[in-house]
C-alpha cells in the first residue's frame, strides 16, 4: 500500500510569487511615476524586432510570444487589465514599439517603459500628483544637528539621511508624511501639508538608552556601553517554534554562524553549533556561554524562561572571562519576578504538526527500468530482462494473476507481489517488479505538543517566579522510536532582608530524552539518508507474505534503539550588600549535579524466507546491549565588588575586582554485554554473553581566578 504525502503545491507556490513580483513591479513603478511626469520610451523598444503571428489570439498570448523573443517583461494587474480581446495580426522583423501600439490601438490600455519592464495600465487610471522640493533640518533638544537621522516618506522607499549639519532634502507630495527617526531618540511623524522647509526636532528615547544590559558580572546601560554588544530580549522568542534554543536564536543577531554539525540533520532536539564572527581558528571553537552568572548548556534550558541574552563578540569578552572566551560569549539572563508586582499566572500549549521538506520525485519502476536498459546498450547488456519489465507494467496496472502465472515457483498462500522468490529466498536486487517511492514510505508527519506554565509576582520586600514547561518533538519519519522529550522547572525567589542588603535563591532542573533508531552495525541516519536515494524503485516494501523485505531496512530501524536521558540539576545562592552609593558587593554560589544514562539496545534483524519462516540476519549477530552512567559535581562560587561613578555627568566609570573559586568531580561506568535471552527486558542479568565493564578515575577541576 502506498501512503499519500500531503505536500506543499510548489508549481502553485512558483505562480503566486512571480504573480506577487509582478504587483511589487507595479507599485514600485506608479511610485516612480507619482514623483515624475516625464515618461520615457526607452531606446531598446525601437531596436528590438520581434515576428508575431497572430490568429485569433488574445493580447495576452501576443505579449507572451513578445516575451519570448526578447528580454522585456510585462507588469499588470489582472484584474484592472483585460488582455483577453482577441487579435489577428501579423509582423516580420517588426519593432517593439510598433507592434504594441498596434495591438493597443484600439483598446483602453496603455503602457509605459521603464528600462525592460512594461508597465501595462488602463486608460485613465495613472495618478497624477503634483510633487515639490522640501527641505529641512533635524536638531536634538539642545538645538544641535541631528547627523544621519532617517527621513522616509511612510509608506514607501523615498528617504534621505540628514547630513553633518542635520540638514535634508526630499521630492515629496502635499499628502505625505514624514517619519523620522534615529537611534536614541524618539521617532516622529509630520505631515507635509503645504509647508516648503521644515525644523523637526527629536526627543531623547530616555527608556532605550537607560536599557539596562547584563555585560559579565555586572550590568551597564546601553548608552554607557563601548564594546561590540548585540541583546536579543524574549520578544525576538515570541511566536517562534523550536525545540532547542540554539535552534531560535538563528537569525536573532548579526554575527552568529550556525551549523547542525552532523548528518543527521534537524532530527528531534537537534542542537546548532554556533559561532561568533566566523571561525576564530583552524580547530573551531564556540563562544563560551553563561547562564545567570554561572556556565552552563543553553540548550538545557526552556525557551520561555529567557528574558534577554547578551553577546558579546569583541576582545572585551576575553577581558572579563579569560582563556575560555576567546570566541565570544554568550551571557543568557532568566526571568524573575518583580517587587509590587500583582499575582500572575500564565498558560501557553502549543499543537504542532511536522512534515517533511520538499522531497524528491522518483521515477516509477517502468520508466527507472526502461532507463536502465537504455544506458545498458552504451554498456555491455540489459540490467532487466523483458520478463521483468512486463511483470512491471502488469504491476502497475494491477493485474496480479498474470504475475502469479507467470511464476511457476510461486509460493502458496502468498498475497501480496512486487517481490520474486528466488529459491528458499527472496530476490534483493533486479528480478524484483514493484513500484515503490522510497521517499513516501519513509516520510509523512508527526503531532507534537508544548506547554508551559509560570507564576510571578512580589511584594516590597519578596519577589519570586516560578515556571514549569514540557516539550514532545517526535520525528517525521514514519518506522522506528525517534523523539525528543525536555521537561523544565525555575524557581526564584529573591528578599530584600534591608534597604542594602538582599538575598536570592534559584533552583533550575531539566531533564532530556532523546531515543533514535541506531540500525544495529548498518548505521545511523547518514545510512538511512543513502539507502532511501540509492534503493531501487523495483524493490518491494514487503514480501509475499506482508513481512518487510530486507532491502527496505525498515526492520533495522526497528530493531533496536539509542536512549539518552539527561538530568541537569541547579541550586544558586546570591547576595548583594549595598554599604555606599555606586558599591556594590556581590557573593554568589551555584551546586550543580549533572547525569547521563545512556542504554544502546541492538536487537536481532529477522528475515522471512519464501516458506514464511523466520531468521537472524547476520549483520545483527550477536544481540547485545551497552549502558554507560556518567555523574558531574560541581560548584562554584563568584566574590566580587564594583563602584560605579561619573564625573559631569558625561564620563562613566566603573572599577571592578573579585574572585572565583571551582571544583568540579566527574565519574563514569559503562558496562557491555550480548547474547540477550530476551529482548524485550534489555538488562545485564538478561545476557549470557561475556561482560566488559570500563570505568573511568574520579577527575577533581580547581581553579582560583582573580578579576580586577
Known amino acids: 500500500m502506498k501512503k499519500k504525502y500531503a505536500g506543499i503545491d510548489y508549481p502553485l507556490l512558483l505562480s503566486e510569487f512571480k504573480h506577487?513580483?509582478?504587483?511589487?513591479?507595479?507599485?514600485?513603478?506608479?511610485?516612480?511615476?507619482?514623483?515624475?511626469?516625464?515618461?520615457?520610451?526607452?531606446?531598446?523598444?525601437?531596436?528590438?524586432?520581434?515576428?508575431?503571428?497572430?490568429?485569433?489570439?488574445?493580447?495576452k498570448e501576443i505579449i507572451n510570444q513578445i516575451e519570448e523573443q526578447t528580454d522585456f517583461l510585462f507588469v499588470y494587474n489582472n484584474e484592472k487589465v483585460d488582455l483577453n480581446h482577441r487579435i489577428s495580426f501579423n509582423a516580420s522583423d517588426v519593432s517593439v514599439f510598433n507592434v504594441l501600439n498596434?495591438?493597443?490601438?484600439?483598446?483602453?490600455?496603455?503602457?509605459?517603459?521603464?528600462?525592460?519592464n512594461i508597465l501595462l495600465m488602463k486608460k485613465g487610471t495613472l495618478?497624477?500628483?503634483?510633487?515639490?522640493?522640501?527641505?529641512?533640518?533635524?536638531?536634538?533638544?539642545?538645538?544641535?544637528?541631528?547627523?544621519?537621522?532617517?527621513?522616509?516618506?511612510?509608506?514607501?522607499?523615498?528617504?534621505?539621511?540628514?547630513?553633518?549639519?542635520?540638514?535634508?532634502?526630499?521630492?515629496?507630495?502635499?499628502?505625505?508624511?514624514?517619519?523620522?527617526?534615529?537611534?536614541?531618540?524618539?521617532?516622529?511623524?509630520?505631515?507635509?501639508?503645504?509647508?516648503?522647509?521644515?525644523?523637526?526636532?527629536?526627543?531623547?528615547?530616555?527608556?532605550?538608552?537607560?536599557?539596562?544590559?547584563v555585560v559579565g558580572y555586572g550590568t551597564q546601560k546601553k548608552v554607557n556601553l563601548t564594546g561590540a554588544v548585540n541583546v536579543i530580549s524574549d520578544k525576538d522568542f515570541k511566536d517562534r517554534q523550536a525545540s532547542t534554543v540554539s535552534q531560535l536564536l538563528q537569525g536573532a543577531a548579526p554575527g552568529f554562524n550556525f551549523d547542525i554539525g552532523t548528518q543527521n540533520g534537524f532530527e528531534p532536539g537537534a542542537t546548532m553549533n554556533i559561532s561568533i564572527r566566523g571561525m576564530g581558528s583552524l580547530n573551531g571553537g564556540s563562544p563560551y556561554v553563561v547562564i545567570d552568572g554561572f556556565p552552563g548548556d543553553l540548550n538545557n534550558l526552556n525557551p520561555e524562561d529567557i528574558e534577554s541574552v547578551s553577546v558579546l563578540k569583541d576582545a572585551a569578552a576575553s577581558a572579563i572571562?579569560?582563556?575560555?572566551?576567546?570566541?565570544?560569549?554568550?551571557?543568557?539572563?532568566?526571568?524573575?519576578?518583580?517587587?509590587?508586582?500583582?499575582?500572575?499566572?500564565?498558560?501557553?500549549?502549543?499543537?504542532?504538526?511536522?512534515?517533511a521538506q520538499k522531497l524528491p520525485e522518483s521515477l516509477d519502476s517502468y520508466t527507472w527500468t526502461r532507463v536502465l536498459n537504455e544506458a545498458g546498450d552504451n554498456m555491455g547488456g540489459h540490467p532487466f530482462s523483458n520478463e521483468t519489465i512486463d511483470r512491471v507494467i502488469a504491476y502497475q496496472k494491477g493485474d496480479f494473476d498474470y504475475i502469479r502465472n507467470s511464476i511457476p515457483d510461486w509460493p502458496d498462500g502468498a498475497t501480496i507481489f512486487g517481490a520474486m522468490p528466488e529459491g528458499n529466498v527472496w530476490n534483493n536486487a533486479n528480478l524484483n517488479y514493484a513500484n515503490t517511492d522510497w521517499w513516501d514510505i519513509y516520510f509523512g508527519n508527526s503531532v507534537n505538543q508544548k506547554h508551559d506554565i509560570s507564576l510571578h509576582g512580589g511584594?516590597?520586600?519578596?519577589?519570586?517566579?516560578?515556571?514549569?514547561?514540557?516539550?514532545?518533538?517526535?520525528?517525521?519519519?514514519?518506522?522506528g522510536t525517534d523523539y525528543f522529550k525536555r521537561l523544565n522547572t525555575l524557581g526564584k525567589i529573591s528578599v530584600a532582608i534591608t534597604d542594602w542588603w538582599d538575598f536570592g535563591y534559584e533552583t533550575r532542573f531539566a531533564k532530556k530524552i532523546r531515543e533514535k533508531p541506531n540500525m544495529t552495525k548498518e548505521g545511523d541516519y547518514s545510512f538511512m539518508y543513502r539507502h532511501i536515494s540509492r534503493n531501487y524503485p523495483i524493490t518491494p516494501l514487503y514480501d509475499g507474505f506482508g513481512n518487510y523485505m530486507f532491502e527496505s531496512h525498515i526492520p533495522s530501524i526497528e530493531s533496536g534503539t539509542d536512549k539518552q536521558d539527561d538530568i541537569d540539576y541547579w541550586n544558586n545562592f546570591r547576595m548583594e550588600i549595598r554599604p555606599l552609593k555606586g558599591w556594590k558587593i556581590n557573593a554568589d554560589f551555584a551546586?550543580?549535579?549533572?547525569?547521563?544514562?545512556?542504554?544502546?539496545?541492538?536487537?536481532?534483524i529477522y528475515t522471512y524466507d519464501v516458506n514464511n519462516q523466520p531468521y537472524e540476519?547476520?549483520?545483527?549477530?550477536?544481540?547485545?546491549?551497552?549502558?554507560?552512567?556518567?555523574?558531574?559535581?560541581?560548584?562554584?562560587?563568584?566574590?566580587?565588588?564594583?563602584?560605579?561613578f561619573n564625573i559631569n555627568e558625561d564620563h562613566n566609570f566603573t572599577v571592578l575586582t573579585g574572585m572565583q573559586f571551582e571544583r568540579g568531580d566527574e565519574s563514569w561506568v559503562q558496562g557491555y554485554k550480548t547474547d540477550l535471552i530476551s529482548e524485550k527486558v534489555p538488562s545485564f542479568p538478561n545476557a549470557t554473553g561475556d561482560a566488559l565493564l570500563s570505568e573511568a578515575w574520579l577527575i577533581i577541576l580547581r581553579k582560583v581566578t582573580s578579576r580586577e
Do not use: H
Not at 338 to 352: A, D, F, P, Q
Not at 462 to 475: K, N, P, Q, T
Not at 624 to 644: A, G, Q
Open 20 to 59: 506577487l513580483c509582478r504587483v511589487m513591479k507595479l507599485i514600485l513603478s506608479l511610485l516612480l511615476l507619482c514623483a515624475s511626469t516625464v515618461f520615457s520610451v526607452n531606446v531598446n523598444s525601437q531596436t528590438a524586432r520581434v515576428n508575431i503571428v497572430a490568429n485569433e489570439l488574445t493580447v
Open 102 to 116: 498596434q495591438i493597443f490601438r484600439n483598446l483602453d490600455i496603455v503602457y509605459v517603459m521603464e528600462g525592460n
Open 127 to 213: 495618478p497624477q500628483q503634483d510633487t515639490k522640493l522640501l527641505k529641512g533640518i533635524v536638531k536634538d533638544q539642545s538645538g544641535e544637528p541631528v547627523i544621519g537621522a532617517n527621513v522616509v516618506v511612510k509608506g514607501t522607499t523615498n528617504g534621505t539621511v540628514t547630513d553633518l549639519n542635520g540638514n535634508f532634502t526630499l521630492e515629496v507630495a502635499d499628502t505625505d508624511i514624514l517619519l523620522v527617526s534615529f537611534i536614541g531618540y524618539m521617532s516622529r511623524e509630520i505631515p507635509v501639508g503645504n509647508k516648503k522647509s521644515l525644523d523637526i526636532s527629536l526627543l531623547e528615547d530616555s527608556k532605550t538608552l537607560d536599557e539596562v544590559v
Open 321 to 355: 572571562y579569560g582563556a575560555r572566551a576567546p570566541y565570544g560569549v554568550i551571557l543568557i539572563t532568566t526571568k524573575k519576578g518583580k517587587r509590587n508586582e500583582k499575582v500572575s499566572v500564565s498558560y501557553t500549549g502549543n499543537l504542532i504538526v511536522k512534515t
Open 459 to 479: 511584594t516590597d520586600k519578596v519577589s519570586y517566579y516560578f515556571s514549569a514547561g514540557y516539550m514532545d518533538d517526535s520525528s517525521v519519519l514514519n518506522f
Open 591 to 604: 551546586y550543580n549535579v549533572y547525569n547521563q544514562e545512556i542504554s544502546n539496545v541492538e536487537k536481532y
Open 617 to 644: 540476519n547476520g549483520i545483527s549477530i550477536p544481540n547485545n546491549l551497552l549502558r554507560r552512567k556518567y555523574i558531574k559535581k560541581y560548584w562554584t562560587t563568584n566574590i566580587f565588588t564594583s563602584y560605579d
